[in-house]
């Protein structure tokens, strides 16, 4: 079975005492992060970086520079998966030490890309 798959299968069997809206599984997965431009179309930018943790609604990274919250991105799993076509909206980005960039972001809907 592929990462995201079996990653999607724990977060739904994940204990309800989450606090969070989404119960959160931690994985640990390099990724290539491909901005997008305004339009939604994939921009000539892609950054690598690694996903920490994945929910239904959204996920988390950590990235070698910031991200402003808004950007528009998809994203590549280095295994080989991808997340289809599922767009992702940041929410916030801080520094971290050592300087990389951790990255929260929700799946965007419609054609708009607004946040779930």
Sequence with gaps: MR?????????????????????????SEFALVHLLENDRQASAISVPGMLTDLSVAGLGMVLPRALKAGQCFRVE?????????????????????????????????????TAQ
Excluded: W
């Design 3 to 27: 990462t995201f798959e079996k990653a999607m299968m724990t977060v739904q069997r994940a204990s309800c005492i989450e606090m969070r809206r989404e119960p959160r599984v931690e994985v």
């Design 77 to 113: 799993l280095s295994s080989g998966d991808s997340f289809s076509d599922a767009q992702y909206v940041v929410v916030h980005c801080h520094r971290m030490r050592g300087g990389m960039y951790a990255v929260g972001a929700k799946q965007c809907t419609g054609n708009n890309g």
